[in-house]
């Protein structure tokens, strides 16, 4: 939501803090071998398992995980350009 959010004609970038107020999983975009993996033991603790469109490493959110989003212009910052 917050990239298509900044993709529009006047989208902010965006610096946004949060943190869970419920446990759940996340796995990056390719790893579907660790949501495999993790199914099990979180099916067995009602935890939901979520899939990012980023990539990274499965890991497990909780209340008290500090998060933060942060949604730059590759425009407004030509360093950033692979």
Excluded at 40 to 63: D, E, F, K, S
Aim: glycine share 10%.
């Amino acid at each position: 939501m917050l990239l298509d959010w900044c993709e529009e004609p006047e989208g902010p970038e965006v610096l946004r803090f949060w943190g869970p107020q419920k446990h759940f999983v996340v796995v990056g975009y390719s790893n579907a071998s660790n949501a495999r993996s993790m199914s099990r033991p979180a099916v067995n603790r009602a935890i939901p398992i979520l899939r990012r469109c980023t990539g990274g490493g499965t890991v497990l959110q909780g209340p008290g995980c500090l998060n933060y989003s942060l949604i730059l212009r590759i425009e407004s910052f030509p360093e950033l350009e692979p």
